[in-house]
């Protein structure tokens, strides 16, 4: 067995004891959802005081709720399509919080060029979801494109934690405004089919 086999075997473990546990406890799905956020708020006021390391381990904290909330929906048996679209609509919420902590500590040093940046990995992350939601009322499904959330998290956590936020928010900038532009062209593709 691998190193990482073993490690994704332990995480999936551990990850399946707490969401036992919370169905246990029935507590709600929407509230494991609503702390996330309320964790992704703090994270971006640690963001807002240049105190990236402590707001990288913070957003990995809230990557937590993120990953339970809809399993343990499952396994209470408690999913509903609100929830689904509440999710939704806080991980957008999640994401703005982060990024404008970002905008708070390059206005604070005076990064024009990262305000500028920033906005931008704002805009591509928005419509990643943007261009999704909006295919999907036309096509069944529109899951193409490299950059979905766990991965701007991820990335988000990387550039936090070994302070090389520029770097990546370089990377998010053009991966996400790339995977918008694939989408919308699956789109047309698709639609072109249904047409002819």
């Not at 707490?18 to 006021?45: C, D, E, K, Y």
């Not at 509903?80 to 806080?90: L, R």
Request: proline content about 2%.
């Amino acid at each position: 067995m691998t190193l990482t086999r073993a490690i994704g075997i332990g995480s999936q473990f551990l990850l399946n004891r707490l969401v036992r546990a919370l169905s246990l406890a029935r507590i709600h799905p929407n509230l494991l959802t609503a702390l996330g956020l309320a964790i992704n708020i703090v994270a971006a006021i640690l963001f807002g005081k240049g105190n990236f390391l402590a707001a990288g381990l913070v957003v990995f904290g809230a990557g937590v709720f993120d990953m339970v909330d809809g399993r343990v929906a499952r396994a209470s048996n408690t999913a509903t399509s609100f929830g689904a679209f509440f999710d939704s609509v806080v991980d957008r919420y999640s994401d703005m919080a982060l990024y404008m902590g970002l905008l708070v500590y390059y206005a604070r040093v005076g990064r024009f060029l990262y305000l500028i940046l920033v906005a931008l990995v704002m805009a591509g992350s928005v419509m990643i979801s943007y261009t999704r939601a909006r295919a999907e009322s036309l096509i069944p499904s529109c899951k193409v494109g490299f950059l979905e959330r766990p991965e701007r998290i991820v990335l988000i956590i990387i550039g936090a934690i070994m302070d090389r936020m520029g770097p990546v928010l370089w990377i998010i900038a053009v991966l996400s405004n790339v995977t918008v532009v694939h989408r919308c062209i699956y789109t047309w593709r698709q639609t072109q089919k249904e047409a002819a």
